[in-house]
């Protein structure tokens, strides 16, 4: 046990020689190899800036990173004291909420979707739970939620 941590140990002085050797030479701003490190590191940004965290199936992405969100509504959704029916078939229950680019749209049973102007993202966002789960697509979130 004591000899694995002491070689694990040597290990890790290896690695921290090569990284201030590599250093070294990179203090060296013209030099060919700073160069060539410089531009790697330049290509390697983006995933530098995420490698250092969560793998990303772990990783709850914000809600401005999706594409939209939805939630099931059962109850008759009323506002300002008007009952919302679907403008198509006129139903008034059971309707799924679509909040995507701040518009907060209706969708009912039968899949007639109508803008709703007097709902925005912040009233989404006030009578959402937390997302509990995540789609690749509309149509997967759909199925989802049944419909
Ligand atoms: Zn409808």
Not at 7 to 16: G, I, K, P, T, V
Not at 43 to 56: E, S, T
Not at 89 to 106: E, H, K, S
Not at 107 to 130: F, I, V
Request: charged share 25%; hydrophobic share 35%; proline share 5%.
């Amino acid at each position: 046990m004591f000899h694995r941590i002491r070689r694990r140990a040597a290990e890790l002085n290896e690695a921290e020689g090569q990284f201030f050797e590599l250093s070294a030479r990179l203090q060296q701003p013209d030099s060919p190899e700073a160069e060539r490190v410089w531009a790697e590191l330049e290509r390697g940004k983006q995933f530098a800036a995420v490698d250092d965290f969560l793998p990303p199936e772990l990783r709850v992405p914000s809600r401005d990173q999706l594409g939209g969100m939805m939630m099931p509504w059962t109850q008759p959704l009323v506002l300002d004291g008007e009952m919302v029916a679907c403008s198509e078939c006129g139903a008034y229950r059971d309707w799924l909420i679509l909040c995507t680019r701040d518009q907060v749209w209706l969708r009912c049973r039968a899949g007639h979707q109508q803008l709703e102007t007097r709902l925005d993202t912040a009233w989404y966002n006030r009578n959402s739970g937390p997302t509990v789960s995540r789609h690749a697509t509309f149509e997967d979130c759909l199925r989802h939620h049944g419909h």
